[in-house]
């Protein structure tokens, strides 16, 4: 493995569980909603909030790829970019 894969996984997984901190809280108060004031079964509401959070998590995972390939792209863009030179 390479140090910059390892520094990638690192950076993932920070992602992911700052994803799943917030989802949680959201969800729960989701669910918490469905249940006393909706009145709904518990077994939909979790089937709810399953569909929720996929949805939300796509969402998170293709902002996510499209900053990380702008990233990519800007670092590229300087590479090749004189240090000497002005703007």
């Known amino acids: ?10 950076k993932a997984y920070k992602r992911l569980m700052w ?30 909030i ?3 959070t996929s949805i939300v998590y796509l969402c998170f995972y293709l902002i996510c790829d499209k900053i990380d390939k702008r990233k990519k792209i800007e670092q590229e863009r300087e590479k090749y970019k004189d240090p000497f030179s002005k703007k």
């Open 19 to 48: 994803f799943l901190l917030c989802i949680f809280l959201v969800d729960a108060f989701i669910v918490f909603l469905l249940i006393n004031y909706a009145n709904l079964s518990p077994v939909l509401s979790g089937f709810i």
């Open 50 to 52: 399953i569909v929720f």
């Open 1 to 10: 493995m390479k140090p910059e894969d390892g520094r990638d996984l690192r």
